[in-house]
């Protein structure tokens, strides 16, 4: 009787029913996989598993196929299948393990070995035997001890089969690499599973090898270790998925580095602490802003920045204990919630300034990080709230905008917040907006005040900049040039400004307007601290071919003190342009009169405040010696403000050169001031100065 017919009759068939059974177990994880990985946003690590799990069904259904057939042509069909899903089962499982590993780079190797995966499974269709065998010669039935018969080829391997298996030793070295690099990188529970993966399938492999070369009549066993290692695979990526979501739940409450409440678990804190809350019953919220902790960071590194911010975390803690929730809401912020269990709100701020001392007094110890130790300090702001009726956003924004005040206030002070500030702020971002628009609007203009000398002939004007807002009217300079400054608008508006400087100066030359002098324009340490301000100068001159000595630069001490060796350089640039220097404000700020003999100055101009009270403590002694340094160097030197005939002399007397103020004119549109040129208004002489104009701010 046939052996195959016999088995038929009497034995237990198990092995292809199974082969079919882990088939459907493998296309059913690989489809569970699949839908996992789209779900978190196509992750192309669940992308490559559910693919090493389909080829596997593969393999499974061509050997259980092949074992069940009764020729040769149809157990090499069979064969044909199982071979395409070995295939590229290989080139699938070197793409997951790369993904769980994190293999860097690995683009080009895929590619490499998907080409060979390609060829291969190409000769394996068009080849008589495929490329698994060179050869087939006959078929036998291996009969189990239950009395299974599996039809077995009598064939001789093909060139194929070798070059598969020898790609597939170089792809487990390779992998037993990158285990170890999972190992050493602290994931040992993910290195364990991957480990025993990779030694299950490759003593099944080894077997499949001894089957195919004759050396073990035996079915092959990979098909049952392949599901078993897809189970074991697929819990190990459900609790690592597990894992990852308790992470990112972490991640979104608890700041990384301090392990404190970050700012979104403060806020919802903050939420659950107001609704719950006894009606009537005030709480409050303190936010702290360690003060210059860039310093520590540009200085002394990262590493030593994070430490310190642990440490104040600590600090916060101690002073907070279980009477509040400390939060990191910012890179060097920090909040403590109180809760609202203060029947009065002048209960709550008493309560809350207390506590708010003790954090700036924390703070204020030293802090010893290994061999150094740093002083530190904060900006404190602190805000009250009323339960059932504040939110929780307003009440942190409320707090911010006390720690704003703390830090314009000269920073390690405690600022409670009061109404005013929030108005301020509004009418800040109305100026910020509506700066923003200002040009298009056409709302700035250039006012020009002339200088003149101790003649009264005209040396020159200053440009100075004003903007009447649509919104909110004649905003003064005083207002929104810091403001300009702070949000970078500063550029936009300063190149503007000398664009139309230049403009003019190139107009009233051509128009022959009778302006003898120089225009100045007045530079911020922003614009002058800007890698490209000395190129878009020199466009600006080229444009509008712009004369050595008819443009004069404005700048103030402390954009030359900021970085005085980069100053120097960039005004000996400008000077060797034909542009003038002046050097605005002298004397409000860290003036030396060694300031003055470094720069490549031209002129230097004396701030109104030392006119205003020269004869007040040593202004008059202090103005007679700038004076002096100016005739010594060549400098030229500047009174502003100049209000009446008494100022213009004594100051005269004194030293100065040059003088600017309402005595001669006031700051003027274009109009009006070429129409004060054409009358020739300045006085000749210092007998027949006119009568002051009202004193008021310029």
Not at 263 to 284: F, M, N, S, W, Y
Not at 323 to 333: E, H, I, L
Not at 335 to 345: K, S, T
Request: aromatic fraction near 8%; charged fraction near 20%; hydrophobic fraction near 50%.
């Amino acid at each position: 009787m046939d052996v195959g017919l016999s088995s038929s009759i009497q034995g237990i068939a198990l092995v292809v029913p199974g082969y079919f059974i882990c088939a459907g177990i493998l296309i059913y994880t690989a489809i569970l996989s699949a839908v996992l990985g789209m779900y978190r946003q196509r992750d192309p690590l669940y992308i490559a598993f559910a693919a090493t799990c389909l080829f596997s069904a593969m393999i499974s259904v061509g050997y259980a196929s092949a074992y069940s057939m009764d020729s040769v042509a149809g157990a090499v069909a069979a064969m044909r299948v199982a071979t395409t899903g070995a295939l590229f089962f290989l080139l699938a499982l070197c793409v997951f393990v790369g993904l769980y590993t994190r293999a860097p780079a690995m683009a080009p190797w895929y590619a490499s070995l998907g080409f060979l995966v390609t060829a291969i499974a190409f000769a394996d269709q068009v080849l008589p035997f495929g490329a698994r065998y060179a050869a087939v010669r006959s078929f036998t039935y291996l009969l189990t001890p239950w009395g299974e018969s599996l039809l077995l080829l009598d064939a001789t391997p093909g060139i194929g089969n070798v070059v598969f298996r020898g790609a597939s030793v170089i792809v487990a070295v390779w992998a037993i690499r990158r285990l170890l690099a999972l190992g050493r990188g602290g994931k040992r529970r993910d290195a364990l599973v991957l480990a025993v993966y990779l030694a299950v399938l490759f003593a099944a492999s080894i077997q499949g090898a001894m089957v195919e070369f004759a050396a073990l009549r035996a079915f092959h066993w990979l098909p049952i270790a392949l599901v078993g290692l897809a189970m074991l695979m697929a819990a190990n990526l459900l609790v690592r998925m597990r894992e990852q979501n308790v992470a990112l739940g972490r991640a979104a409450r608890e700041d990384e580095l301090t392990g404190l409440a970050n700012r979104r678990a403060l806020l919802a804190q903050l939420d659950v602490g107001i609704a719950r809350a006894e009606p009537g019953t005030h709480g409050g919220l303190i936010e702290c802003d360690l003060d210059h902790f860039k310093v520590v960071n540009d200085g002394l590194g990262h590493e030593v920045g994070d430490a310190l911010l642990r440490e104040v975390a600590a600090r916060l803690r101690a002073c907070a204990g279980e009477r509040a929730v400390v939060a990191r809401v910012g890179g060097n912020a920090f909040a403590l919630e109180c809760a609202a269990v203060h029947r009065g709100e002048r209960e709550a701020r008493a309560a809350l300034e207390v506590t708010a001392r003790m954090v700036a007094a924390a703070l204020s110890v030293p802090f010893s990080l290994g061999e150094r130790t740093l002083g530190l300090t904060a900006s404190v702001g602190v805000v009250t709230f009323e339960s059932r009726s504040a939110e929780a956003s307003d009440v942190l924004a409320r707090a911010n905008l006390a720690v704003e005040l703390a830090k314009r206030r000269g920073r390690n002070n405690i600022q409670f917040f009061v109404p005013q500030m929030r108005d301020d702020a509004a009418h800040r971002f109305r100026i910020v907006e509506g700066l923003r628009h200002a040009l298009e609007r056409g709302e700035l203009e250039l006012r020009y005040q002339p200088l003149v000398d101790a003649g009264g002939r005209i040396l020159g004007a200053e440009s100075l900049l004003r903007w009447r807002c649509a919104e909110l009217g004649d905003v003064s300079p005083g207002v929104f040039i810091p403001i300009a400054e702070e949000t970078g608008l500063i550029h936009v508006i300063g190149d503007w400004g000398m664009r139309t400087a230049c403009e003019r100066i190139a107009a009233w030359r051509r128009d022959r307007a009778g302006f003898p002098g120089y225009l100045s324009v007045n530079v911020s340490p922003w614009q002058l601290g800007h890698p490209e301000f000395v190129a878009r100068l020199k466009s600006v001159l080229a444009a509008h071919r712009i004369q050595p000595g008819e443009l004069t630069l404005e700048v103030t001490e402390s954009a030359v003190l900021a970085d005085r060796n980069e100053a120097v350089a960039k005004l000996s640039e400008i000077r060797a342009l034909g542009v003038k220097v002046a050097l605005d404000d002298f004397g409000t700020g860290y003036s030396s009169l060694a300031l003055v003999k470094d720069l490549p100055l031209d002129l230097v101009k004396v701030d109104q405040s030392f006119v205003r009270h020269m004869e007040t403590g040593a202004n008059r002694h202090l103005v007679r010696m700038i004076g002096a340094v100016g005739s010594e160097l060549g400098i030229g030197v500047v009174a502003e403000g100049v209000e009446t005939v008494a100022e213009r002399d004594a100051l005269l007397a004194l030293g100065c050169t040059a003088f600017q103020g309402f005595l001669f004119a006031r700051p003027m549109p274009e109009a009006a001031f070429l129409e004060w040129l054409a009358a020739g208004r300045a006085a000749p002489g210092p007998a027949n100065l006119e009568a002051p104009a009202p004193t008021q701010a310029h």
